[in-house]
Nanobody
């Protein structure tokens, strides 16, 4: 079955960095675009970053993270990453990886990122 397992979250000071990982299994990873989303309690889950299938040559970012976050993928490890630099308090959220497959959208369980001084 499809599995998405996020890791790498934690508590970081403003200006710090984190690298999130999403290890996947159960589907043909390189055949699908992948994305990272984030959600804070009481608000919608928002798209943060997207990477195309295959070599991942196309990426898209939310305006709020452009220039600070970088999405990448490793098709050998079936893993998608989110490098987050220059973090600020507004980046505090639960982060989820996702893809849209034949059975609809699949989500991981999420990893919490907290930016606090």
């Amino acid at each position: 079955q499809v599995q998405l397992v996020e890791s790498g979250g934690g508590v970081v000071h403003p200006g710090g960095s984190l690298r999130l990982s999403c290890a996947t299994s159960g589907f043909t990873f390189d055949g699908y675009a992948m994305s990272w989303h984030r959600q804070v309690p009481g608000k919608d889950r928002d798209l943060v970053a997207w990477i195309s299938a295959g070599g991942g040559y196309s990426t898209k970012y939310a305006d709020s993270v452009k220039g600070r976050f970088t999405i990448s993928r490793d098709n050998v490890k079936n893993t998608v990453y989110l490098q987050m630099d220059n973090l600020n308090a507004e980046d505090t959220a639960m982060y989820y990886c996702s893809f849209y497959g034949a059975n609809g959208r699949s989500w991981g369980q999420g990893t919490q990122v907290t930016v606090s001084s």
